[in-house]
């Protein structure tokens, strides 16, 4: 079974700066996606960003980008010129490859991000 | 509808009684999923369904948990003789066609079993 694991309960970072958010995964599979979701106050889970472990650049959306080392199975999520707006639960996800049209998600346990004005 | 939509979106409930949940997916979206977020945690898996078929229960903690989709649109999640450990908010989410298809998520519905 695939496990997640976010070792960073909570981060802060002063506004305008830049933070990165650490993620890694164990899973002996060798193709799967992976992705960054956060959570507001209003719960609703919003997808960031994703990654699909058999392209080598790195995903990038906006303010939004990742470091994936796919040897080391980590996932790391920047976010440059961080806003008020980005305060939130940041969840790392898994889904495996072979179950196409299961878009069954294994989520990590999440990091509490704070933004100080 | 323009997004997932979940009612209720707070539910209060007395040990032993049963509850539903209801998930309304977005317009067209043949696969439907629940997910159990327990206070500080991550999502866990539940359920899946495409259209009317649920082709994976795995994720069910046990057989107070029943969810169905009957027409292949509304899906309701029904916990039988709830549980204080089954306090949690429950997630729906939805996904369209296409390989790579975004998975839209609702707001949740919020049980707290006394």
């Known amino acids: 079974a695939q496990t997640v694991t976010q070792s960073q309960p909570e981060m802060s970072v002063q506004e305008a700066e830049t933070v990165t958010l650490s993620c890694t995964y164990d899973?002996?599979?060798?193709?799967?996606?992976l992705f960054w979701y956060k959570q507001p106050p209003s719960r609703q889970m919003i997808l960031v960003i994703r990654?699909?472990?058999?392209?080598?650049q790195n995903a990038t959306e906006n303010r939004f980008s990742v470091n994936f080392q796919k040897a080391a199975k980590s996932f790391s999520l920047k976010i440059s010129d961080s806003q008020l707006g980005d305060a939130a639960m940041y969840f790392c996800?898994?889904?495996?490859?072979?179950?196409?049209?299961?878009?069954?998600?294994?989520f990590g346990t999440g990091t509490r991000l704070t933004i100080i004005p | 509808g323009a997004g997932v939509s979940q009612s209720p979106r707070y539910k209060v409930a007395k040990r032993g009684q049963d509850v539903a949940l209801r998930c309304d997916p977005i317009?067209?979206?043949?696969?439907l999923f629940w997910y159990q977020q327990a206070l500080g945690q991550g999502p866990e898996f539940l359920t899946y369904?495409?259209?009317?078929?649920?082709?994976?229960k795995s994720g069910l903690p046990s057989d107070r948990f029943f969810a169905e989709r009957p027409e292949g649109s509304v899906s309701t999640l029904k916990i039988q003789r709830t549980q204080q450990e089954d306090s949690a908010v429950y997630l729906c989410?939805?996904?369209?066609?296409?390989?790579?298809?975004?998975?839209?998520f609702g707001e949740g519905s919020r049980l707290t079993v006394l």
């Open positions: 989410a939805s996904r369209g066609t296409g390989k790579t298809g975004e998975l839209f």
């Open positions: 899973t002996s599979e060798s193709d799967y996606y």
């Open positions: 990654q699909e472990a058999y392209k080598q």
């Open positions: 996800a898994y889904r495996s490859f072979l179950n196409f049209g299961n878009e069954k998600l294994t």
């Open positions: 317009s067209g979206h043949v696969s």
């Open positions: 369904f495409q259209n009317e078929a649920q082709l994976d």
